[in-house]
């Protein structure tokens, strides 16, 4: 019986703490709770999920873009994600052929290279995109309260809060 389930996070706001564009490593500073992935990466693949519409903004480049997510795996002193996706879309390009979220691409992609049904994956993220990616690939969510829950209904307070959910 296949019974494998995922768990794709957000980044900015979810394990490390909001910055609008990161930019610079020392930015990154990652959020309590982060230490949890350790214990749920036993029983869940875990992928990582994150825009950075800085890029075609011209707020910063690839490489500036590389070295945040670079300082962000150094800090969490492991990579727990089986697969991660940096979706460069600017906004208004959320088409079928875009990975930016709300697009269901990336969960649509996993769900098929890992055989994992989408309704045994759940995004964790704080904004409406991220509770909307998962709800146009017919997956789960759980949305952390912040600014940027925009019309979608926060369901916990804190990345410990949400991984206690699972
Ligand atoms: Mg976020």
Request: aromatic content about 6%.
């Amino acid at each position: 019986m296949n019974m494998k389930r995922a768990i794709v996070f957000d980044r900015d706001g979810t394990l490390m703490e909001h910055v609008d564009y990161p930019s610079r490593p020392e930015q990154v500073r990652l959020v309590d709770g982060v230490e949890l992935l350790r214990e749920i990466h036993r029983e869940y693949l875990l992928f990582l999920h994150t825009n950075q519409s800085g890029v075609p903004r011209g707020l910063m480049t690839a490489t500036d873009c590389r070295s945040v997510q670079r300082e962000f795996i150094r800090q969490l002193g492991w990579n727990p994600f089986a697969q991660t996706r940096i979706a460069h879309e600017a906004p208004g390009d959320e088409g079928p052929d875009s990975y930016r979220k709300p697009s269901p691409r990336f969960i649509h992609e996993i769900s098929e290279e890992f055989c994992i049904d989408p309704r045994a994956i759940t995004m964790i993220g704080d904004s409406e995109c991220d509770a909307l990616a998962a709800k146009n690939a017919g997956a789960k969510s759980i949305l952390i309260r912040s600014p940027r829950n925009g019309s979608m209904p926060p369901d916990v307070d804190s990345l410990e809060e949400a991984l206690s959910l699972l």
